[in-house]
């Protein structure tokens, strides 16, 4: 049986920088609380990066405030940066529900479906991300989900979009080439990279190793496509000799 080993790093919503966390869209300015004390020994315990802390003071914030309190946002941005997930989706769905659906709870939404294996529905939050607030990062976070579940023509679509801008030439995006290795490429590289992919599994050979050498013509320093072009011409090989056999 003829095996090969094609790359890809499916990228997790925090791979991608998407806005600084201190500053995600649609987040309320932080008015006074009735509660300063606590404020206080929040801004302590950031100063320490002691996020068990500083999530606990916020909750006493919020509990005296109530549902209007704008630190409400400010405690989502801080259980999504500790990895609480469970946490995170409760308190973005409470305010989705009481109607502060921001950029904010889309993005901590999508990465929590993304993190708990749920795909369908990160799609879901990031193409409504896109929509409001269009973005080479979602678009390519949208393309890796649907690699992943294997919607080609949908992937395809995605990913030529941000072939075809000129921009993805200058953002970066990481990839892993190795156990507990990565390596920063950009996204067209990246982008093209994944199209060889695709063909490759769709057994378009010729084709895939194009696609693998427009992605190391865009980034030389590349890996992964080097390795997928070695591939695939390998594999070539290895059916031209078995042709000839016969």
């Known amino acids: 049986m003829k095996r090969f080993i094609l790359l890809l790093m499916v990228v997790t919503t925090a791979n991608v920088t998407l806005g600084q966390r201190n500053k995600r869209g649609g987040q309320s300015e932080e008015l006074p609380s009735r509660s300063p004390m606590h404020i206080d020994a929040y801004e302590h315990a950031l100063e320490l990066n002691d996020f068990v802390t500083a999530i606990s003071c916020l909750n006493y914030v919020v509990s005296i405030d109530g549902k209007e309190s704008p630190y409400r946002d400010t405690l989502l941005m801080l259980y999504s940066t500790n990895g609480n997930l469970l946490q995170s989706y409760n308190l973005a769905m409470q305010l989705r529900e009481d109607g502060r659906d921001t950029r904010m709870v889309k993005e901590v939404l999508a990465e929590v479906y993304n993190q708990s294996n749920q795909p369908k529905e990160a799609i879901e939050e990031l193409e409504m991300l896109n929509a409001e607030f269009p973005s080479l990062g979602y678009q390519w976070q949208i393309a890796n989900l649907q690699y992943q579940l294997q919607r080609n023509s949908e992937c395809l679509e995605s990913l030529t979009a941000i072939i075809n801008d000129s921009a993805s030439s200058g953002i970066a995006v990481p990839q892993v080439i190795g156990e507990n290795q990565q390596q920063r490429t950009s996204l067209l590289a990246a982008s093209l990279n994944m199209v ?34 070695a591939a695939v011409t390998e594999l070539m090989q290895g059916e031209a000799v078995e042709e000839g056999e016969e």
């Not at 769709?202 to 080097?226: R, V």
């Open 196 to 229: 060889g992919l695709m063909l490759a599994k769709q057994e378009d050979y010729a084709n895939a190793i194009k696609l693998f050498e427009s992605a190391s013509q865009a980034d030389p320093e590349f890996i992964l496509p080097k390795q997928n072009y």
